[in-house]
């Protein structure tokens, strides 16, 4: 029976038109080399919650031609990437309804954690927030899924996982998490049908 759900946060239930580095690439003309390197090098510390977004950007706004602050850098960055996907927040809404705990498992920096938690009111539409930067490890590192196992204190195969990233799906697996790739909304819904019974 299963008595918790984690859902992928980018990819699943946030799903923006365009991402923050494709929207500097075109508007603002920053080098796609400049911004990979960003996200894949320095970037990914504060998905672990050991460095602080705010003190990376002030290196980089200068040289990404942003002339405002860091503080609307960060409002044009996370805004713009808040779209949501109202048919999976509703199937949470149903799961929340038949006792079953919903929760978002997301590689997140600690700021844009806290604008998913407060300003986009997902905090309110799941149960909790299990976020890279304050777990101390990413979904690919076993530490994360053991982290979240512990905190509901619930058996492996009585959570599900539902993610866009093999990698992910096969970390949870390995500790014995029901975890399925998200490929679409349709695929999803069948398969949440078949393992809950909710109705769509």
């Known amino acids: 029976m299963i008595k918790a759900v984690l859902f992928d946060a980018d990819g699943v239930v946030v799903t923006p038109e365009k991402i923050f580095s494709q929207r500097m690439h075109?508007?603002?003309?920053?080098?796609?080399?400049?911004?990979?390197?960003?996200?894949?090098?320095?970037?990914?510390?504060?998905?672990?919650?050991?460095?602080?977004?705010?003190?990376?950007?002030?290196?980089?706004?200068?040289?990404?031609?942003?002339?405002?602050?860091?503080?609307?850098?960060?409002?044009?960055?996370?805004?713009?990437?808040?779209?949501?996907?109202?048919?999976?927040?509703?199937?949470v809404k149903q799961l929340r309804e038949k006792g079953v705990k919903c929760y978002l498992a997301t590689n997140q920096e600690k700021y844009r954690t806290e604008y998913f938690r407060n300003q986009m009111k997902l905090g309110e539409r799941f149960d909790g927030i299990f976020s890279s930067a304050y777990v101390g490890y990413k979904k690919e590192q076993p530490e994360f899924f053991k982290h979240v196992i512990e905190s509901l204190d619930v058996k492996p195969e009585e959570i599900a996982l539902w993610?866009?990233?093999?990698?992910?799906?096969?970390?949870?697996?390995?500790?014995?998490?029901?975890?399925?790739?998200?490929?679409?909304?349709?695929?999803?819904?069948?398969?949440?049908?078949?393992?809950?019974?909710?109705?769509?």
């Not at 003309?29 to 894949?40: I, M, N, R, T």
């Not at 040289?63 to 927040?89: A, P, Q």
Request: glycine letters at 8%.
């Open 26 to 91: 075109e508007e603002y003309g920053v080098p796609k080399e400049d911004l990979e390197d960003f996200f894949h090098g320095e970037f990914q510390q504060c998905l672990v919650g050991k460095s602080d977004l705010r003190d990376l950007l002030r290196g980089k706004i200068e040289g990404w031609n942003w002339r405002g602050t860091i503080d609307e850098l960060m409002d044009y960055w996370f805004s713009n990437e808040s779209k949501t996907d109202e048919r999976v927040l509703g199937i």
């Open 163 to 200: 993610d866009d990233s093999k990698d992910h799906i096969e970390s949870a697996r390995d500790l014995g998490i029901q975890a399925y790739l998200y490929m679409d909304f349709e695929n999803f819904k069948t398969q949440m049908v078949a393992l809950v019974g909710v109705s769509v």
